[in-house]
């Protein structure tokens, strides 16, 4: 845990963004322990950034998370759907990284309840669905992602084959911002947002 803290402390977002892929990302709940790998996030830098909710150092009750401690967890409501960030910047520099998709680990069976029925790559490849199958609710905004009952644990963290960098998703009309490639992925998962059946590899792009 102390090198995964360290690293939020010290490191660039994008840096934090690929150190997250991978990352175990548990969530205690009544119904038990939900949990997954991630595999799919997208780099957030604010106040530049055209695409961030803190462009310009905007500063709204919303966002107020987003200048909190490098660990805070950021979430925002997008079509109805819950959506998951971390903070990666010392206070007072809002950026931070969004979990687009997770590859399901633990309590999977309660997570495909959560997500009314849906299996496989549908349980959570998208951010609203991870969100919605590992039962994350508005009550964690603001905690901490290394202390609260939704956190990262370092120790069962997987390392991909191969990191792809994209341009990131629905980030349309923001000049350099819509096509840089802050979008990071592992490499044929079969979790990953849009992902082809006919990009999928063998052990889903983890290293053995």
Not at 51 to 80: C, N, Q
Not at 162 to 170: E, K, S, T
Request: proline letters at 7%; one cysteine or more; hydrophobic letters at 35%.
């Amino acid at each position: 845990m102390e090198q995964l803290i360290n690293c939020f402390n010290t490191e660039s977002t994008e840096n934090i963004a690929q150190y997250l892929l991978g990352m175990y990302l548990e969530h205690e709940t009544p119904a038990g322990k939900l949990a997954g790998y991630i595999v799919d996030c997208e780099a957030y830098l604010g106040p530049d950034d055209e695409a961030a909710h803190s462009y310009g150092m905007r500063d709204t009750p919303r966002v107020r998370a987003m200048y909190e401690k490098p660990g805070t967890i950021y979430l925002y409501t997008m079509h109805t759907h819950l959506i998951l960030n971390m903070i990666t910047q010392p206070v007072g520099m809002p950026q931070g990284v969004m979990i687009r998709g997770i590859e399901p680990a633990e309590g999977i069976e309660q997570m495909i309840s959560n997500r009314h029925g849906r299996r496989g790559s549908a349980i959570s490849d998208g951010p609203g669905k991870l969100v919605e199958a590992l039962g994350i609710t508005k009550e964690l905004y603001g905690e901490s992602i290394f202390t609260s009952p939704l956190h990262l644990l370092p120790e069962k963290r997987r390392i991909p084959k191969q990191i792809d960098a994209l341009p990131r998703i629905g980030i349309p009309n923001k000049g350099i911002w819509t096509e840089r490639p802050l979008r990071y992925v592992v490499h044929g998962n079969p979790y990953i947002t849009n992902q082809r059946k006919a990009s999928i590899e063998e052990n889903n792009g983890w290293r053995k």
